[in-house]
Nanobody, 116 residues
């Protein structure tokens, strides 16, 4: 069972930046960040998989967010710049043992609040 622990959330003004971290108990092939705002469905923000080329980004995240990973420390990051109020949500880290398909493991989430 892989454990994922997110950190780095908080409150920031519009235009600001935050970097989320996700510490994993072991390496997984695929990692991703998802978010869920109140009353909305959880959706993918950014994902990446070993051997699968460039990371994938949701349209709302392209050009502003960057996903990266430190394999030596089993940590995944989400750098978020130019934040907007609509980015406010609970952000979740997810991991999978395969390059596609279901996400096997989820973190507890970290809250991001962007004020205008």
């Amino acid at each position: 069972q892989v454990q994922l622990v997110e950190s780095g959330g908080g409150s920031v003004q519009a235009g600001g930046s935050l970097r989320l971290s996700c510490a994993a108990s072991e390496y997984t092939v695929r990692v991703g960040w998802f978010r869920q705002a109140p009353g909305k469905e959880r959706g993918a923000v950014a994902t990446m998989a070993t051997g699968s080329g460039s990371p994938w980004y949701a349209a709302s995240a392209k050009g502003r967010f960057t996903i990266s990973r430190d394999n030596a420390n089993n940590t995944v990051y989400l750098q978020m710049n130019s934040l907007k109020p609509e980015d406010s949500a609970m952000y979740y880290c997810a991991a999978g043992q395969a390059r596609s398909g279901f996400w096997d493991y989820w973190g507890q989430g970290t809250q991001v609040t962007v004020s205008s």
